[in-house]
């Protein structure tokens, strides 16, 4: 049962401290939701604090007021309410931070993944959304907090990340209109899209390289995967975040109806990507048979390797799933 | 001068047949201001004909009624009115095209590129707007013309196509409100996005591949281009729209400033597109010392060869250029 936002607004006005939290290896709507939530509430008098399990993405430094983000302190910290954003389930905000947030005497979970299990003691989930930024949008907007400029960034941020620039099926009528109210508050639309996608380190134009070397294309042309190795993460130097985006190259291949990518990470484990373009195939629902979760069209699995053998069975599975 | 809406509404109101043409190698904002204007003018009940040089290339056969793009017929249409849109001078209408055209007494002249020497009997040149289909919606909204739904679909995609999917700089707030009432009027923005990005043929994949092996950088990492031989192009079997918004990709290298693409063609001159990211290197002031234009962050040249002393040419006129 879903919380409204004037219920989320009298917790937010009944207390003072805030811990806002989001997803390991935060993308741009993870970071973007903590900092749009955070300096609105920040600037209604509140005190804030914003934890990340893995800290701030280099890819994300750009945006204003970003070095608010901290890594998790090593002792709970003070605060009456934690704020889940944009993560699917508790387990996704990692060991560090859901240590860092143990004292807080309320959970508000404010989501988009339809997965979520509602983990909260306020949640608000809409999957109709498509991105949190988005939700938090509307709850800024519709509780009347202040908006300060880099908030207002960062719901930008959140947002064009989270739709492939305003591209997915999820993009309503709602999210244009948002995007246009934004600029009226004088967001440099032409500054922030280049911040966001024209200063990749030039590792992620060689990783790219480096995977259309490994693509493959199976069950008829319907199935494309590629892989990153240890090895060439090691050899390129990579951070976390120079993969991000990348599938969508091998997902808008005509044909292709599943898009994956697996890769190697430090732990020994696989981490697996899965895109889908035929609503006939429930990305989020081939992902959860490997413990996984997501979305309809784009869903991920982190699951025991080795490589070869986390591919045969993923594979299996997807080729299963066709229509 | 630019010529009114009201002054163009007249022309409409006035003449019963007319020709709409579009620029040689039509890339997205040609084709769809061809259909949006010419389906919203024969709603009108006016007698439309949509022409190009080079007709309709394959990754826009998805719009809906593309079929009505036709080549130059032989002989000169009996037309009242020829509206050249998206045509940054008369040359790049193509000369079968101009042919087709000769019998029309008036030129009308629809475009956003801020070279236009404005050839037409009535001009109306808006370098402000992101794509000569942005120019067309607030013309046939303003106007009161009927906007067919293929009309509607066409607007979006000249407008997402020329702006990177609202990205760039020349984006405004009006954008994003039309593409907003583009939905409200039916638009389904997954599926049209899916049918405009999603379906790159594989060739155009492993065209990626090919160019991201001639990767250079130099001018201390600010200039990054790569070329395509007709070697290459033979092999992979490609079409001409196949390299279409590649270049983005080394465009968005950190610390890169001018991106650039050298192609062989099979008329033995090479086509050079040039990307800015700084307002201080004007892309369109390059090209035209070889002949080119465009705009100040995208320009063009189509010059003589070879290839190398092509490079080598425009690459010394790019360094003079940078900061």
């Not at 934690?82 to 859901?98: H, M, Q, V």
């Not at 294309?217 to 590629?226: E, F, M, P, Q």
């Not at 609503?279 to 996984?292: I, K, L, S, T, Y």
Request: aromatic share 6%; glycine share 8%.
């Amino acid at each position: 049962m879903n919380a409204s936002y004037q219920e989320i607004g009298e917790v937010f006005a009944k207390h003072d401290s805030f811990v806002l939290i989001s997803h390991v290896r935060p993308d741009g709507d993870a970071i973007g939701s903590q900092l749009a939530l955070g300096l609105a509430l920040e600037a209604a008098g509140k005190k804030v604090r914003l934890i990340n399990e893995d800290g701030l993405p280099d890819n994300l430094v750009f945006l204003p007021e970003s070095h608010r983000i901290e890594l998790p302190p090593a002792e709970p910290l003070d605060v009456e309410v934690a704020i889940a954003l944009d993560t699917a389930n508790k387990p996704r905000l990692g060991d560090n931070a859901l240590n860092a947030a143990s004292k807080a005497k309320l959970w508000v979970n404010i989501d988009h993944h339809k997965s979520n299990p509602c983990y909260g003691d306020l949640n608000h989930i809409d999957s109709s959304s498509p991105a949190t930024g988005q939700i938090l949008y509307k709850l800024i907007t519709t509780l009347g907090l202040p908006l300060p400029d880099a908030s207002r960034d960062a719901i930008y941020v959140a947002v064009s990340t989270d739709t492939g620039s305003f591209q997915y099926p999820s993009t309503t009528e709602e999210t244009y209109l948002m995007a246009a109210d934004l600029i009226r508050r004088g967001l440099d639309v032409g500054r922030i899209n280049s911040l966001t996608y024209d200063h990749n380190p030039y590792r992620r134009v060689e990783l790219m390289r480096a995977l259309l070397n490994t693509l493959e294309l199976t069950g008829d042309g319907r199935v494309a995967h590629w892989d990153l190795t240890m090895e060439v993460r090691d050899h390129l130097g990579l951070k976390p975040e120079d993969s991000e985006g990348l599938i969508d190259i091998i997902r808008g291949i005509d044909g292709v109806i599943v898009a994956l990518f697996f890769e190697e990470l430090p732990d020994g484990k696989i981490r697996v990507s899965m895109r889908s373009k035929d609503a006939r195939v429930d990305a989020c629902n081939v992902c959860m048979q490997f413990g996984g979760g997501g979305h309809a069209l784009a869903a991920g699995i982190r699951m025991t390797g080795p490589l070869s053998a986390a591919k045969e069975r993923v594979l299996e599975a997807v080729k299963l799933a066709l229509p």
